[in-house]
C-alpha cells in the first residue's frame, strides 16, 4: 500500500521532471537515439538528458535497447507504460492550450513568493 495521499501522486512522480514529457512526445512517433533526441531538444544538456532518460528507464516508462555494434547503438522507446501514459500527456498539453491565460496568472503568483536568492526567507 502507498503512504502518498492520492492515486495521483503516482502518475505525477513518473512525469516530474522537466524534460521527462519533453522526451515522451518526441517518442510518441517512433523509436530515438540519444542524439536525435537531443537535436529535438537543444535546451536539454547533455547530463540532464541522460539523467532523464535513466529515471524514465528505471520507472518502466521507456526501454533503453542497447545493440552490441561497434560503436554501440543505443535507441529509446515508449514501454506498454509510456503508451498508457500517452492520453493523459495530450490531455495535459489541452488543458494547457486552453488554460493559457490562468495557467501564466498562476505561474505570475508563484514566481511573487518565491524568495529571492541572498534576500532572507
Avoid: N
Avoid at 514501454?79 to 498539453?93: E, V
Amino acid at each position: 500500500m502507498s503512504s502518498l495521499p492520492c492515486p495521483a501522486y503516482r502518475v505525477l512522480r513518473l512525469l516530474a521532471g522537466k524534460w521527462k514529457p519533453a522526451i515522451l512526445f518526441h517518442l510518441r512517433v517512433q523509436t530515438l537515439r540519444f542524439g536525435d533526441l537531443r537535436r529535438s531538444l537543444p535546451e536539454v544538456s547533455q547530463k540532464v538528458l541522460t539523467a532523464q532518460l535513466k529515471e524514465l528507464e528505471s520507472d518502466g516508462v521507456i526501454i533503453r535497447t542497447l545493440y552490441p555494434d561497434v560503436p554501440p547503438r543505443v535507441e529509446y522507446s515508449l514501454s506498454p507504460l509510456g503508451i498508457a501514459l500517452l492520453p493523459l500527456l495530450q490531455q495535459m498539453h489541452d488543458f494547457a492550450l486552453s488554460h493559457g491565460s490562468l495557467l501564466a496568472q498562476s505561474e505570475a503568483g508563484a514566481a511573487r513568493e518565491e524568495p529571492h536568492l541572498g534576500e532572507p526567507g
